[in-house]
């Protein structure tokens, strides 16, 4: 599938997606609204960094400054309760992640203590 085929794809599924909703008005919603969250190729921070500002600048918006804050650099259209986000999540807060999940498994709870 090429990525025009695949951004077809996408598009009308989205719109598959409102019209059910619209016909089907007793299925709930996020209450918190829905975004499409889209990710960078990986790269390196500053080629990553470069792909959301190209992307913000196609938005018509400027990327988050808060968001640097916790290594994450993304840009943000919003319609209503509905968004885009293009996201980049840096190299430094990925390695605190994987160093954190490194652990994962490691510590049980005695089963009455889940209760």
Do not use: Q
């Not at 190729?41 to 018509?60: F, K, P, Q, S």
């Not at 993304?74 to 209503?80: E, H, P, Q």
């Not at 994962?104 to 889940?114: F, K, L, M, Q, W």
């Amino acid at each position: 599938m090429t990525d025009t085929d695949h951004r077809l794809t996408v598009i009308e599924g989205l719109r598959e997606l409102a019209a059910f909703l619209e016909a089907n008005p007793a299925v709930p919603v996020p209450p918190h609204g829905v975004t499409v969250l889209h990710f960078p190729a990986r790269g390196t921070d500053a080629e990553m960094i470069a792909e959301i500002d190209r992307i913000a600048a196609l938005l018509g918006t400027a990327p988050d400054p808060e968001g640097m804050a916790h290594g994450h650099h993304k840009a943000r259209l919003t319609f209503g309760p509905v968004s885009y986000e293009a996201l980049a999540i840096l190299a430094a807060p990925r390695a605190r992640y994987a160093a954190l999940a490194s652990y994962s498994g490691c510590v049980v709870p005695d089963a009455a203590d889940v209760a």
